[in-house]
T-cell receptor, first 111, second 109 residues
């Protein structure tokens, strides 16, 4: 199993540009989540999904969109990038109430 | 308000010097407490899950314990390869998992 994969690993955007961060898992997990990690702060939940076709907002959803058309994929879209969205983004998946499995992260810089 | 606080922020130990990391929490209903290890430039890696006060889990040089208000990650005779950031997370509901800001552990040879 590849586990949770994320692409790209690094990305630089200009303010106002849009992009999609890709996330895929091959463990047939129902729950998938997107977090951002900033220095000195814990991981903060952006959006999550409890299954294909079902998504909901987390703690910091503004400026981000998600969709879940399949169990495996959970892309995160930045609609109009802002410098405040400079961060490291992690995708995670889990089965039921168990532990989460994290991807390797995407380091995003918005100039 | 649900909250998770980890201390200390950073800890430097000599190889073989045992110590403990703390995770204190306030949540309305604990569904589980998780410990993760995160190496620089990588995603968090799962270590332990604890569900009820008094529970303990061990893995190599690490032991996690849980009370009604806090959890400890005890590190016995650490080695340089134990250097990492250790994250604590509390599950307060089916969809709400709160992470602490982590403890950066550095083990000097």
């Amino acid at each position: 199993n590849a586990g949770v994969t994320q692409t790209p690993k690094f990305q630089v955007l200009k303010t106002g540009q849009s992009m999609t961060l890709q996330c895929a898992q091959d463990m047939n997990h129902e729950y998938m989540s997107w977090y951002r990690q900033d220095p000195g702060m814990g991981l903060r939940l952006i959006h999550y999904s409890v299954g294909a076709g079902i998504t909901d907002q987390g703690e910091v959803p503004n400026g981000y969109n998600v969709s879940r058309s399949t169990t495996e994929d959970f892309p995160l879209r930045l609609l109009s990038a802002a410098p405040s969205q400079t961060s490291v983004y992690f995708c995670a998946s889990r089965f039921g109430q168990g532990e989460q499995y994290f991807g390797p992260g995407t380091r995003l810089t918005v100039t | 308000e649900d909250q998770v606080t980890q201390s200390p922020e950073a800890l430097r130990l000599q190889e073989g010097e045992s110590s403990s990391l703390n995770c204190s929490y306030t949540v309305s209903g604990l569904r589980g407490l998780f410990w993760y290890r995160q190496d620089p430039g990588k995603g968090p890696e799962f270590l332990f899950t604890l569900y009820s006060a008094g529970e303990e889990k061990e893995k190599e040089r690490l032991k996690a314990t849980l009370t009604k208000k806090e959890s400890f990650l005890h590190i016995t005779a650490p080695k340089p390869e134990d250097s990492a950031t250790y994250l604590c997370a509390v599950q307060a509901s089916a969809s709400k998992i709160i992470f602490g800001s982590g403890t950066r552990l550095s083990i000097r040879p």
